[in-house]
């Protein structure tokens, strides 16, 4: 019995030696995350979350790193426990390492849990539908919603989840400088308040640079429209200080367009005005930047305005 168990073991060992040397050999230099944006709310208010889990390879060296806000309208933000860097024993790259803060199971496709008994909180999300693909090169990205539910400090609170997957080969910016720069980056996950929190709609919209050098792209997805939009003509409408050379948004307004159709001859999908609730600075390096923010406002569709609620990621 005591042979046949160290046989076992024995085994085991060189199965994860093996899966890691294969690891290794083809993916040398890579970065995989994946981002889960939580909006919802119960009978004591709205709840946000937002969890980033990033892993890396670099010449066989893996790395994984947290990066976590959470924000209750009552108590504003809490802090979590558990994010930041931890060790990828395992050196998983599709598959998002579990840390001791933070457990996952299941896949997008076909649903995600992530449990976290040191913070008191889970969240269960639904098969998640691929609304926006971005294949590039090395560089694959998609972005996606779902009905989801958390369960923190005893409370179940309904809402929506947004998400995105990236995969980048041959680019490691946890053991790397970032060549990625980011010029005035503004991304929004938001949450469209009609209906009961778990039948809200989602939009989401990603912008870099300023003026005739923006770029932007993303999506809406309510129970007419199912389409990818951009926004020509995103306008900061307030500025709030920082430590800095720069400024952060605190509003801004902007028109959307269907990502189809010719820029500039079709008219306006919809209008979207936004104010900063409260923000949470992360980073500062004295020209630029990283923040957090709540932000709500109002979506108009032919007519229509709807309540929006949702976080606004800061990058100058």
Not at 106 to 122: K, Q, W
């Given at each position: 019995?005591?042979?046949?168990?160290?046989?076992?073991?024995?085994?085991?060992?060189?199965?994860a030696l093996l899966l890691a040397g294969t690891a290794q050999a083809t993916e040398k230099l890579a970065y995989y995350s994946d981002y889960f944006?939580?909006?919802?709310?119960?009978?004591?208010?709205?709840?946000?979350?937002?969890?980033?889990?990033?892993?890396?390879?670099?010449?066989?060296?893996?790395?994984?790193?947290?990066?976590?806000?959470?924000?209750?309208?009552?108590?504003?933000?809490?802090?979590?426990?558990?994010?930041g860097e931890y060790p990828n024993y395992r050196g998983n790259l599709e598959k998002i390492p579990d840390s001791t803060a933070f457990q996952f199971?299941?896949?997008?496709?076909?649903?995600?849990?992530?449990?976290?008994?040191?913070?008191?909180?889970?969240?269960?999300?639904?098969?998640?539908?691929?609304?926006?693909?971005?294949?590039?090169?090395?560089?694959?990205?998609?972005?996606?919603?779902?009905?989801?539910?958390?369960?923190?400090?005893?409370?179940?609170?309904?809402?929506?989840?947004?998400?995105?997957?990236?995969?980048?080969?041959?680019?490691?910016?946890?053991?790397?400088?970032?060549?990625?720069?980011?010029?005035?980056?503004?991304?929004?996950?938001?949450?469209?308040?009609?209906?009961?929190?778990?039948?809200?709609?989602?939009?989401?919209?990603?912008?870099?640079?300023?003026?005739?050098?923006?770029?932007?792209?993303?999506?809406?997805?309510?129970?007419?429209?199912?389409?990818?939009?951009?926004?020509?003509?995103?306008?900061?409408?307030?500025?709030?200080?920082?430590?800095?050379?720069?400024?952060?948004?605190?509003?801004?307004?902007?028109?959307?367009?269907?990502?189809?159709?010719?820029?500039?001859?079709?008219?306006?999908?919809?209008?979207?005005?936004?104010?900063?609730?409260?923000?949470?600075?992360?980073?500062?390096?004295?020209?630029?930047?990283?923040?957090?923010?709540?932000?709500?406002?109002?979506?108009?569709?032919?007519?229509?305005?709807?309540?929006?609620?949702?976080?606004?990621?800061?990058?100058?």
């Amino acid at each position: 019995m005591f042979f046949a168990l160290n046989r076992i073991i024995l085994r085991s060992l060189l199965l994860a030696l093996l899966l890691a040397g294969t690891a290794q050999a083809t993916e040398k230099l890579a970065y995989y995350s994946d981002y889960f944006s939580f909006i919802g709310q119960d009978e004591k208010g709205y709840l946000l979350f937002a969890l980033d889990s990033s892993r890396g390879v670099d010449e066989g060296d893996f790395q994984a790193e947290h990066f976590g806000v959470l924000y209750d309208q009552s108590q504003g933000w809490i802090d979590l426990v558990g994010t930041g860097e931890y060790p990828n024993y395992r050196g998983n790259l599709e598959k998002i390492p579990d840390s001791t803060a933070f457990q996952f199971s299941g896949r997008p496709a076909t649903g995600v849990t992530v449990l976290s008994r040191i913070n008191d909180l889970r969240l269960e999300i639904n098969p998640l539908t691929t609304r926006l693909e971005d294949n590039s090169g090395a560089r694959r990205q998609n972005w996606g919603n779902a009905a989801a539910v958390v369960y923190w400090q005893g409370r179940v609170i309904p809402g929506r989840v947004i998400y995105e997957g990236l995969s980048y080969h041959n680019w490691n910016s946890l053991s790397r400088r970032d060549s990625d720069n980011r010029d005035n980056y503004q991304g929004f996950y938001l949450a469209i308040q009609e209906d009961t929190p778990s039948a809200w709609q989602d939009l989401y919209l990603r912008a870099e640079g300023r003026n005739k050098f923006l770029h932007s792209k993303g999506f809406i997805d309510t129970r007419v429209d199912q389409v990818s939009i951009f926004s020509p003509d995103l306008e900061i409408s307030r500025k709030g200080w920082a430590l800095g050379f720069y400024r952060w948004s605190k509003g801004w307004r902007m028109n959307l367009q269907q990502a189809a159709t010719s820029k500039g001859l079709d008219p306006p999908f919809a209008s979207l005005v936004l104010n900063q609730v409260s923000r949470k600075n992360i980073s500062n390096w004295a020209i630029g930047g990283f923040a957090m923010s709540v932000v709500e406002g109002t979506l108009e569709i032919d007519g229509r305005q709807s309540k929006v609620l949702g976080f606004a990621e800061l990058i100058k």
